[in-house]
């Protein structure tokens, strides 16, 4: 039986914990760099800035200062006030974690069209979360000679409500998100935006959820300071990492506009489409009938970025959505 408690392994889970976030801080520096060109979109005015991607841009900066916190408490070779240090290290934690959840809670209120029914739940949901994530420093630090920066005490009561609050948040935007998504299925099953939401969006929402829960898992336990929080910072990178990768695969959808097609591509229809021009071929009569539609560059890339569409599925400026058209008669196999 392993004594948790004991110096010598509370010394070897530290070395642990030290080495795992080594591979961590890589980790979120790599996501970090590739996804830079999306932040850039928005600082060269090549995309429309609006308020919700405040929380995607300080939960994303706030991970990463969480980070180069971690790695200076690990590193640092002098003495230096530890605890200020964990201080900040906490609050820029809590901080990426409550905006990973409200990323995610705005995907919900998107695809209910905003209705005020949970528009005021998830508002309320997020209040609570705050007023936990903002309770005040929940781990004690101390400067060792010989080991530098060392936790000594962990506040488990708080820590694990944060997570199974958080737990809790994700769980129920992602039932809500998915309800939705399969009751709307009958109206806009073939719509891409629609597959895109509930295929990898349904992901990232139980990815998320899934790291809360081990970290609840640790917290629990309790069996001493560093393990009870050996999970808390992956918790918090996963969460963001999936959170804001949900949020610019919705952003870089809803920007293009999906690709136009129409009717059913099965064995009775072959439709050839380029950049220039659209290929029809149906069968009619026993023969096959051939019909072409030329649209020019300029007037493809108009339609592409008139055709908008919002994280509903619905097209933002009206009119009719081509990916969910009824397929019309000539599309039909006659019989023979």
Same mark, same amino acid.
Not at 124 to 140: E, P
Not at 158 to 171: E, N, T
Not at 251 to 276: C, D, I, Y
């Given at each position: 039986?392993?004594?948790?408690?004991?110096?010598?392994?509370?010394?070897?889970? +530290?070395?642990?914990?030290?080495?795992? =976030?080594?591979?961590?801080?890589?980790?979120?520096?790599?996501?970090?760099?590739?996804?830079?060109?999306?932040?850039?979109?928005?600082?060269?005015?090549?995309?429309?800035?609006?308020?919700? =991607?405040?929380?995607?841009?300080?939960?994303?900066?706030?991970?990463?200062?969480?980070?180069?916190?971690?790695?200076?408490?690990?590193?640092?070779?002098?003495?230096?006030?530890?605890?200020?240090?964990?201080?900040?290290?906490?609050?820029?934690?809590?901080?990426?974690? +409550?905006?990973? @959840?409200?990323?995610?809670?705005?995907?919900?209120?998107?695809?209910? @069209?905003?209705?005020?029914?949970?528009?005021?739940?998830?508002?309320?949901?997020?209040?609570?979360?705050?007023?936990?994530?903002? #309770?005040?420093?929940?781990?004690?630090?101390?400067?060792?000679? +010989?080991?530098?920066?060392?936790?000594?005490?962990?506040?488990?009561?708080?820590?694990? !409500?944060?997570?199974?609050?958080?737990?809790?948040?994700?769980?129920?935007?992602?039932?809500?998100?998915?309800?939705?998504?399969?009751?709307? =299925?009958?109206? @806009?099953?073939?719509?891409?935006?629609?597959?895109?939401?509930?295929?990898? +969006?349904?992901?990232?929402?139980?990815?998320?959820?899934?790291?809360?829960?081990?970290?609840?898992?640790?917290?629990?336990?309790?069996?001493?300071?560093?393990?009870?929080?050996?999970?808390?910072?992956?918790? !918090?990178?996963?969460?963001?990492?999936?959170? *804001?990768?949900?949020?610019?695969?919705?952003?870089?959808?809803?920007?293009?506009?999906?690709?136009?097609? *129409?009717?059913?591509?099965?064995?009775?229809?072959?439709?050839?489409?380029?950049?220039?021009?659209?290929?029809?071929?149906?069968?009619?009569?026993?023969?096959? #009938?051939?019909? =072409?539609?030329?649209?020019?560059?300029?007037?493809?890339? !108009?339609?592409?970025?008139?055709?908008?569409?919002?994280?509903?599925?619905?097209?933002?400026?009206?009119?009719?959505?081509?990916? !969910?058209?009824?397929?019309?008669?000539?599309?039909?196999?006659?019989?023979?």
């Amino acid at each position: 039986m392993v004594n948790w408690m004991s110096p010598a392994e509370i010394a070897r889970d +530290g070395v642990v914990f030290a080495n795992m =976030m080594h591979v961590l801080l890589g980790l979120y520096i790599w996501e970090w760099f590739i996804s830079l060109p999306f932040d850039f979109s928005f600082i060269l005015g090549k995309r429309k800035f609006r308020w919700p =991607m405040i929380f995607y841009f300080l939960g994303r900066y706030a991970l990463l200062f969480v980070l180069v916190g971690v790695a200076i408490a690990l590193n640092v070779t002098e003495e230096i006030n530890c605890q200020a240090l964990y201080i900040y290290n906490a609050l820029w934690g809590n901080v990426a974690i +409550g905006c990973a @959840s409200i990323n995610f809670s705005l995907r919900t209120v998107a695809v209910w @069209s905003e209705s005020l029914y949970i528009v005021v739940p998830v508002v309320v949901l997020i209040l609570g979360h705050w007023s936990l994530l903002l #309770h005040g420093v929940v781990l004690k630090a101390a400067w060792i000679d +010989g080991e530098g920066c060392v936790i000594t005490d962990t506040n488990t009561t708080i820590l694990s !409500a944060i997570y199974i609050y958080s737990m809790c948040f994700d769980f129920v935007v992602m039932i809500a998100t998915g309800y939705k998504l399969v009751a709307g =299925m009958g109206l @806009s099953g073939r719509s891409r935006l629609v597959k895109l939401i509930f295929g990898d +969006g349904l992901i990232y929402f139980f990815l998320a959820f899934l790291s809360n829960l081990l970290a609840t898992i640790f917290l629990t336990l309790n069996l001493n300071p560093v393990m009870s929080i050996v999970m808390d910072v992956p918790a !918090a990178i996963v969460s963001t990492i999936v959170a *804001s990768r949900a949020v610019r695969r919705l952003t870089e959808f809803t920007h293009k506009g999906p690709e136009v097609f *129409s009717g059913n591509q099965g064995n009775s229809t072959l439709a050839f489409r380029g950049q220039n021009g659209r290929v029809k071929s149906t069968r009619k009569g026993g023969g096959v #009938h051939v019909q =072409m539609d030329t649209f020019t560059l300029a007037e493809t890339n !108009a339609q592409r970025s008139y055709l908008e569409y919002d994280a509903a599925g619905k097209l933002k400026n009206g009119g009719l959505d081509p990916e !969910a058209q009824e397929i019309s008669d000539e599309f039909k196999r006659p019989p023979y």
